[in-house]
């Protein structure tokens, strides 16, 4: 089964006012045999990312199947 997971990311960037907080928000597709187990997935991909992030929101796919055309 497919879920899309939904991450914010919070990084600072600077500008010429200083350093400011930028917010950004990123849906990645996991395959997954639950919500839980797509959540810990996306938490070990973004583990050693140097931006935080937080997995906002985790829900079914209607997605059956995603056909490789390079194989």
């Given at each position: 089964?497919?879920?899309?997971?939904?991450?914010?990311?919070?990084?600072?960037?600077?500008?010429?006012?200083?350093?400011?907080?930028?917010?950004?928000?990123?849906?990645?597709?996991?395959?997954?045999?639950?919500?839980?187990?797509?959540?810990?997935?996306?938490?070990?991909?973004?583990?050693?990312?140097?931006?935080?992030?937080?997995?906002?929101?985790?829900?079914?796919?209607?997605?059956i199947?995603v056909?490789?055309?390079?194989?």
């Amino acid at each position: 089964m497919y879920y899309v997971t939904q991450v914010k990311f919070t990084d600072q960037i600077d500008t010429n006012k200083g350093v400011k907080e930028k917010v950004f928000k990123h849906d990645y597709l996991v395959e997954a045999v639950s919500v839980t187990d797509a959540e810990k997935s996306v938490h070990k991909v973004l583990e050693d990312s140097a931006i935080d992030f937080e997995v906002i929101s985790v829900k079914s796919s209607k997605i059956i199947e995603v056909i490789d055309t390079n194989g």
